[in-house]
């Protein structure tokens, strides 16, 4: 197992070197001047060519690249060009939001899509079924920006039951905290369920035609038994290493929810920092959003492993 992870490693620094470059280039073909942003109104030319040596941007792009890189090598991400703060604290203010918001979204695509795609598994060809798969379809089409507004309406405006924005950390108060996350992560996690319901479903369905369910049936057991104990869980190893994936993709940020809720997370961040030109904000969280996403494939890998005895023979 070590020696596979250490091949996945390596595997990994090229890409991430790879998006580096990618990142950093393509950001460069953004029209608009960051020194314009920061300048003001006044931008007095005297002061337009000091922030552009402070900041290096008279370089030639290739030494632009590789002194940011040297930075991020060391764990310097550099300065965000309009509040003049670390890039490093920025994404750990934001960091914990964007972790909170994923955990609990993906709670929520548990809690629906995996029961679902079980029932309509066992239940295959019925009412129940095509009720499941509906519903799956629907969680897949609806956007999510939609259904947060009408959630806002319905709960927030209408019944007064959640606040309709903003965020509290769960440190300061646990309550405020999940009730302000609690719509949102809904809305993520609904998305989220129809893509697990659907795997879970096609997976249950290959298990439960094995000789050895037909066998376990024959020998008396209950139906329970043969679902929970012996179905899904050989069921479960793709179910394992899509939730690794879809959990990575959530730590990208969900820009749309997190602009309709007010959420202080990653996709906030992203956002506002294109807009402002800020270059050092979005290549720190495009990197930072690519390092998860990576390590979650890396997860997702030694899951499939962990789970799967056959290949864990053939290490």
């Not at 909170?100 to 309509?120: H, K, R, Y």
């Not at 009412?127 to 609806?142: E, F, H, P, Q, R």
């Not at 329970?224 to 939730?243: D, G, K, M, Q």
């Not at 997370?265 to 402002?276: C, M, P, W």
Request: glycine share 6%; hydrophobic share 55%.
């Amino acid at each position: 197992m070590p020696v596979y992870i250490a091949k996945r490693l390596l595997v990994a620094i090229p890409t991430l070197l790879i998006i580096s470059i990618f990142v950093f280039s393509l950001q460069k073909l953004l029209p608009g001047d960051p020194v314009l942003v920061m300048a003001g109104e006044e931008r007095d030319p005297a002061v337009l060519e000091m922030l552009r040596e402070k900041y290096r941007l008279n370089d030639p792009l290739p030494v632009q690249y590789l002194t940011w890189l040297g930075g991020v090598m060391t764990g310097d991400l550099g300065v965000s060009l309009r509040t003049n703060q670390p890039v490093t604290e920025l994404i750990a203010q934001k960091l914990p939001v964007t972790i909170q918001l994923a955990v609990m979204s993906m709670i929520f695509a548990f809690l629906i899509g995996v029961p679902m795609g079980i029932l309509a598994a066992v239940k295959k060809n019925t009412a129940i079924d095509y009720i499941a798969s509906i519903i799956a379809l629907s969680g897949l089409s609806v956007p999510n920006f939609w259904l947060g507004i009408m959630l806002i309406l319905l709960v927030s405006v209408n019944l007064g039951w959640l606040p309709a924005s903003g965020f509290e950390s769960i440190f300061v108060d646990p309550i405020r905290s999940l009730q302000t996350m609690i719509m949102p992560a809904f809305v993520l996690g609904t998305a989220l369920a129809a893509t697990l319901m659907r795997h879970t479903r096609s997976a249950m369905l290959g298990v439960l035609s094995q000789d050895y369910i037909r066998t376990a049936r024959a020998k008396g057991l209950s139906p329970r038994e043969v679902v929970l104990s012996h179905s899904f869980r050989n069921a479960l190893l793709p179910v394992v290493t899509l939730s690794a994936l879809l959990f990575g993709e959530l730590l990208a940020g969900a820009v749309l929810t997190e602009q309709i809720f007010t959420i202080p997370g990653f996709g906030k961040l992203i956002v506002d920092a294109v807009f402002n030109r800020d270059y050092a904000v979005v290549q720190g969280v495009v990197m930072c959003t690519a390092v998860g996403f990576i390590a979650m494939n890396l997860v997702a890998d030694v899951l499939y492993v962990l789970l799967n005895p056959r290949l864990r023979a053939s290490l």
